[in-house]
């Protein structure tokens, strides 16, 4: 089924839930994950994004499934996702739902709507 699995998180609880969904998937099927991070340029030097993966790879550890974490700076997330997904060969992307509301999402769109309408592999959306 699927051998690895590309799991996006922005740090926040909702993104949690797409890890953790992730990860007991990864479980399951006998996959391996790596694990993005993307670095927006206005939070670049505001946020402690290690411990972010940190939290991340040690779910991994307890759920005993081989586990790349990895963070990425200055390009739009959902480039930065797809692009990870491509260069690593996953084959999945596991994701929560998150974002924006309102004027915003007109404006903008999500990252996980961005990821779906431009992802090559299967997207996964966790709510």
Request: aromatic content about 6%.
């Amino acid at each position: 089924m699927y051998r690895h699995i590309l799991i996006p998180t922005d740090g926040s609880e909702l993104a949690w839930r797409g890890v953790a969904h992730g990860m007991d998937l990864a479980k399951c099927v006998g996959a391996r994950v790596s694990t993005i991070f993307v670095v927006e340029p206005l939070f670049a030097v505001t946020g402690d994004f290690a411990s972010v993966l940190d939290r991340v790879a040690s779910a991994a550890n307890e759920a005993r499934v081989p586990c790349e974490t990895f963070q990425v700076e200055s390009i739009p997330p959902h480039e930065a996702i797809i692009a990870a997904a491509e260069e690593k060969g996953c084959d999945l992307i596991v994701m929560s739902s998150h974002g924006l509301s309102g004027f915003s999402m007109v404006l903008m769109g999500s990252v996980t709507n961005r990821v779906l309408a431009q992802a090559k592999i299967p997207v996964l959306v966790c709510r």
